[in-house]
């Protein structure tokens, strides 16, 4: 079983902050994305990383995947309130063919 | 093409009932995936299609849990004898398997079940 661990689960933050997310899993993937979600919606596709020790850039939005494609990171650079919502990653397997998601870290960023 | 489409959005019934959601995915994607999720948790993968075919079934989905794609578009998930654990959102994802493909998956916006 190919678990993701994310971290931590839960963090509120005040307007203009920057954050820093964790996605780990003991199983090396061959991609791994992140998603956002808001409340009521379906995730919303944010990224994809295929390189080990890949950097994206999305606005204010940093990702990077480890060298060794068993992790990844997300850091925002000064929230805002629209970055609220739940985080979610994923790891592809190709061999598996299956996607599994972590638990998700819910951001609240308060004005 | 709008992206995935899931229907109905919001279904409350009675614990014994039986459900049926559907899902429309993005019409050259020939994979589709039902996740449940509930409050709190990430995705939980229930099952999936390559075309019509179904391909893999979670060991957590129990045999009251059935999912079709007869003609590898559109999808049901029907739930029998539904139980208030069952009470969660269903989300429907599409994505196309062919080369250069990395795992991406394109969400419904999903159908919450309740239970009572």
């Known amino acids: 079983t190919q678990l993701l661990e994310q971290s931590p689960q839960f963090l509120s933050i005040q307007e203009g902050e920057n954050l820093t997310v964790y996605c780990n899993s003991s199983?090396?993937?061959?991609?791994l994305q992140w998603y956002r979600q808001e409340p009521g919606e379906g995730p919303v596709l944010l990224v994809t990383v295929v390189t080990g020790g890949e950097v994206k850039k999305l606005k204010r939005l940093t990702f990077q995947f480890g060298d060794a494609r068993k992790d990844s990171s997300l850091h925002i650079t000064a929230a805002q309130t629209g970055d609220t919502g739940l985080y979610l990653c994923?790891?592809?397997?190709?061999?598996?063919?299956?996607?599994?998601f972590g638990i998700g870290t819910k951001l609240q960023v308060i004005p | 093409d709008t992206g995935v489409s899931q229907n109905p959005r919001h279904k409350i019934t009675k614990r014994g009932q039986n459900v049926t959601f559907r899902c429309d995915p993005i019409?050259?994607?020939?994979?589709l995936y039902w996740y449940r999720q509930t409050l709190g948790q990430g995705p939980e993968f229930l099952t999936y299609f390559q075309n019509e075919a179904q391909l893999e079934k979670s060991r957590l989905l129990s045999d009251r849990f059935s999912a079709e794609r007869p003609k590898g578009s559109f999808s049901t998930l029907e739930i029998q004898r539904t139980e208030q654990g069952d009470s969660a959102m269903y989300l429907c994802?599409?994505?196309?398997?062919?080369?250069?493909?990395?795992?991406?998956?394109?969400f419904g916006e999903g159908s919450r079940l309740t239970v009572l």
């Open positions: 199983s090396v993937f061959s991609s």
């Open positions: 994802a599409s994505s196309f398997r062919g080369h250069g493909n990395t795992g991406e998956l394109f």
């Open positions: 994923s790891g592809y397997s190709g061999g598996y063919q299956k996607v599994t």
């Open positions: 019409s050259e994607h020939n994979r």
